[in-house]
C-alpha cells in the first residue's frame, strides 16, 4: 500500500527532535549551531529568515558536508510548513548528523520571532 505525504510525515516526525520557532530562535543566539532552510532558492524570495544558509532538500545530502562537517554540530531545519524539513532531518540522521532539530512551524513564524528579539 502506498503512504501520503502527510503518513511519510508522521512516521519521520515521531524519531526527530522537534522544536517551535521560540526554542529555535533562543538556541541558535548562542551561535552554536547552524540554520538550514531547505526551501527552493524561489521560495527565499517571499520569505527570507535572518541567518539561515539555503540548501534545497533535494540537493541537502550533496552540499551539508560543506556546511556541517562536524556530525555533532547542532543542525536547526527548517521550511515553509515543517513537511520537508522533517524528511530532511530523517536524512540527515541516516547520514549520521546527531544534533538535529526540526522546525516544525512555518518560515514566517521564525523570522517574526527574530525581529522580536
Do not use: F, W
Not at 66 to 88: F, K, M, N, V, W
Amino acid at each position: 500500500m502506498l503512504k501520503t505525504l502527510p503518513e511519510l510525515i508522521a512516521e519521520a516526525r515521531s524519531g526527530q527532535h522537534c522544536i517551535d520557532a521560540e526554542t529555535a530562535v533562543g538556541e541558535l543566539a548562542n551561535g552554536s549551531g547552524v540554520l538550514i532552510d531547505v526551501r527552493e532558492p524561489m521560495e527565499l524570495e517571499a520569505c527570507r529568515t535572518a541567518g539561515a544558509v539555503n540548501i534545497p532538500r533535494g540537493v541537502l545530502e550533496m552540499k551539508v558536508g560543506e556546511i556541517c562537517p562536524d556530525s555533532e554540530q547542532p543542525i536547526y531545519l527548517h521550511c515553509a510548513t515543517g513537511g520537508r524539513a522533517t524528511l530532511a532531518g530523517e536524512q540527515l540522521q541516516r547520514m549520521g548528523y546527531s544534533n538535529v532539530s526540526v522546525i516544525t512551524c512555518a518560515a514566517d513564524k521564525i523570522r517574526e520571532i527574530q525581529q522580536q528579539s
